[in-house]
Structures are given as C-alpha cells and as structure tokens.
Nanobody
Framework: QVQLVESGGGLVQPGGSLRLSCAAS????????MGWYRQAPGKQRELVAA???????NYVDSVKGRFTISRDNAKNTVYLQMNSLKPEDTAVYSC???????????????WGQGTQVTVSS
C-alpha cells in the first residue's frame, strides 16, 4: 500500500508564511508528478502547484510569485512554501502523487488526508 502524510498547516496572519510537507511511503517503485490541491468551503478543488520528477513546475495564477513547490526525491517528499498569505488562500490543502507501485508495477494517483490552512487576523 501507499500512504501520503501531510503536515504543516495551521492558522497564520495575512502576510505570513507556512510550509507544507507531504511524505509518501509504502510499496513505491517510482513517483512521477506530485502536486498540491486546495478546496475552500463552497468552492471546487483546484490545483495550486505541481512538480514533475525532473523538477519542472507549474502554478495557478493566483499564487505565482508567492508559493514555491519543491520535492526531495530521496525522501519521496513534496513541499509547498507559502509566503505573503492572503485570506483567500484559506482552504484544505491536499497533496497528490502519481505513484508506480513495486507490486505489479501498478500506477495511479494517491491522495493525502488534507491539512487546514487558515489565513486570518
């Protein structure tokens, strides 16, 4: 089995920073793209940032220049550094990883449990 465990969410004032982490573990042969999604109350889930195994990144326009996604392939971990946070960044953030398992070389996406980020004064 494959598990993704997130950490780093919390309450922060506008203008502040948070760093999210998502560690993958289990029967992993290879991890392809990894990404962070968020869903605010009453809104659809959106892709915030993604990174390929080679390090190419893309971001939703609303976070460009403020958020940075990175990964440590040796640790099977993806990070999201969030700076200059705004109240509209408030949401549940979830990581996703495109994983190929050792057993049978099955490949599919896996999700973390989500972590709450609240930006408020």
């Amino acid at each position: 089995q494959v598990q993704l465990v997130e950490s780093g969410g919390g309450l922060v004032q506008p203008g502040g920073s948070l760093r999210l982490s998502c560690a993958a573990s289990g029967s992993i042969f290879r991890i392809y793209a990894m990404g962070w999604y968020r869903q605010a109350p009453g809104k659809q889930r959106e892709l915030v940032a993604a990174i390929t195994s080679g390090g190419s990144t893309n971001y939703v326009d609303s976070v460009k220049g403020r958020f940075t996604i990175s990964r440590d392939n040796a640790k099977n971990t993806v990070y999201l550094q969030m700076n200059s946070l705004k109240p509209e960044d408030t949401a549940v953030y979830s990581c996703n990883a495109d994983v190929q398992k050792i057993t049978g070389r099955e490949r599919r996406g896996y999700w973390g449990q989500g972590t709450q980020v609240t930006v408020s004064s």
